[in-house]
């Protein structure tokens, strides 16, 4: 019996089929708009999540001054009058810290770098091999420094890829390795190529060169002052734990009366991608409860329609009754008309989103997040406005007199 009023349900739906398109026209753009919504918004997460990540892992950045953030504080200048860090201060946190991975003072300089009869800015950074570790960078051929390299401040250096694309690209059998750099007023050999990393929120991460610390203090900045401090935790290690150590010692070292401010900042870039996730997550949650409100519309305007057909079709609804049909059939031929017709609406408007998502994921430059569970809980509820607002046409058409239906015109 189900099978029986499915299809003549079914056949009604294709008899009208312009009108039902239309219909379904707002459950089509509700299903389709709230899993586009949610797909970009997946998306975006987690390309914040991987470009924080290309930082470095559960990294904390301390830098001179009483601003946070990745740009606070840090300059070269030493944010007015604020004392910078020494490389001592690197050396006396790995050694007295519990939970950390690694540390590297970190120097950095704007300069210009000329090779293979070109030219380009870009920024040099000056640390020593733990820099590597704190920022999760892997070598795409080369090495890292040697010992008495850092000890010495050796003339050598490592170039990310975009330095090797803008300075050794197109020169055929050159990738730069082992090929002479000049930075500034000094030459260094180019000892190795950092993986390419891409772009993250604070620029083109494999625009640098890195050598040295003492290299770049002696060669570039004529300071043995260090800027920044980057600190990497272990995996587990409690980082409300580490900060509380980390700033205990540096006022020590640093000399801070008990009343005195802190003259420095640590940013824990781990708070900053769960900051920015959660963030993107509320505004995909608000732009998906908007698009959602379309689906109501759709589920209106099949009320509407439901309504008409059951005027419309009022001598066939009485010619039921009278040969014998009972109201529950009757009632559940019009509901799977309107669960049909919301269905076929959710699921058009699947197709479609997923197609939308898969272009604008990809216009966007964002990971294109297909989420399961969002495109079946769309159709599962698409189905749910069609027995929503299905039921009271259906409960009109099941409640009709026979003989009044039959006298119908």
């Known amino acids: 019996m189900l099978y029986s009023v499915f299809m003549l349900a079914l056949r009604s739906i294709l008899r009208n089929l312009l009108r039902s398109f239309l219909t379904i026209l707002g459950i089509v753009i509700g299903v389709g708009a709230v899993i586009t919504m949610v797909t970009l918004g997946n998306g975006a997460t987690q390309a914040i999540k991987t470009q924080i990540a290309g930082l470095g892992t559960n990294l904390l950045m301390v830098r001179p001054g009483q601003r946070s953030g990745p740009g606070g504080g840090g300059g070269g200048g030493g944010g007015g009058g604020v004392p910078q860090f020494k490389e001592g201060d690197a050396e006396a946190i790995a050694a007295q810290i519990g939970g950390v991975a690694a540390v590297a003072p970190e120097g950095r300089a704007s300069a210009t770098v000329v090779a293979n009869g070109r030219n380009w800015s870009t920024s040099v950074i000056g640390s020593s091999n733990a820099w590597f570790d704190t920022g999760n960078w892997k070598l795409a051929s080369g090495r890292i420094f040697e010992a008495d390299e850092q000890l010495?401040?050796?003339?050598?250096?490592?170039?990310?890829?975009?330095?090797?694309?803008?300075?050794?690209?197109?020169?055929?059998?050159?990738?730069?390795?082992?090929?002479?750099?000049?930075?500034?007023?000094?030459?260094?050999?180019?000892?190795?190529?950092?993986?390419?990393?891409?772009?993250?929120?604070?620029?083109?991460?494999?625009?640098?060169?890195?050598?040295?610390?003492?290299?770049?203090?002696?060669?570039?900045?004529?300071?043995?002052?260090?800027?920044?401090l980057l600190v990497s935790m272990r995996d587990g290690s409690d980082s409300t734990l580490i900060k509380a150590s980390l700033t205990e010692l540096l006022?020590?070292?640093?000399?801070?009366?008990?009343?005195?401010?802190?003259?420095?900042?640590?940013?824990?870039?781990?708070?900053?991608a769960e900051t920015l996730s959660s963030t993107t997550q509320v505004l995909t949650t608000l732009l998906g409860a908007v698009a959602a409100v379309s689906l109501l519309v759709g589920g209106i305007g099949i009320m509407n329609i439901m309504l008409v057909s059951v005027t419309e079709r009022t001598r066939e609804i009485g010619l039921r009754l009278a040969i014998g049909a009972l109201e529950h059939e009757v009632l559940l031929q019009f509901l799977i008309e309107a669960v049909v017709l919301s269905a076929l609406g959710g699921v058009v408007g699947i197709v479609i989103a997923t197609g939308a998502s898969w272009g604008l994921a990809n216009l966007m430059d964002v990971p294109y997040a297909f989420?399961?569970?969002?495109?079946?809980?769309?159709?599962?509820?698409?189905?749910?406005?069609?027995?929503?607002?299905?039921?009271f046409p259906a409960r009109r058409a099941a409640r009709m007199d026979p003989i009044e239906a039959l006298r119908h015109e």
């Open 152 to 228: 010495a401040g050796a003339a050598v250096c490592l170039i990310g890829e975009t330095v090797r694309r803008e300075i050794f690209d197109g020169t055929p059998g050159q990738t730069g390795l082992g090929k002479p750099l000049v930075v500034r007023k000094f030459s260094c050999t180019v000892i190795g190529i950092l993986a390419a990393k891409g772009q993250s929120g604070m620029g083109d991460q494999d625009d640098i060169v890195v050598v040295p610390l003492r290299t770049l203090q002696r060669r570039v900045t004529g300071s043995l002052k260090v800027a920044t």
């Open 251 to 272: 006022r020590e070292r640093r000399k801070l009366a008990e009343g005195d401010d802190d003259n420095f900042n640590i940013f824990d870039t781990q708070q900053l």
């Open 371 to 391: 989420d399961p569970f969002i495109n079946l809980l769309s159709l599962a509820f698409s189905a749910g406005i069609g027995v929503l607002f299905g039921y």
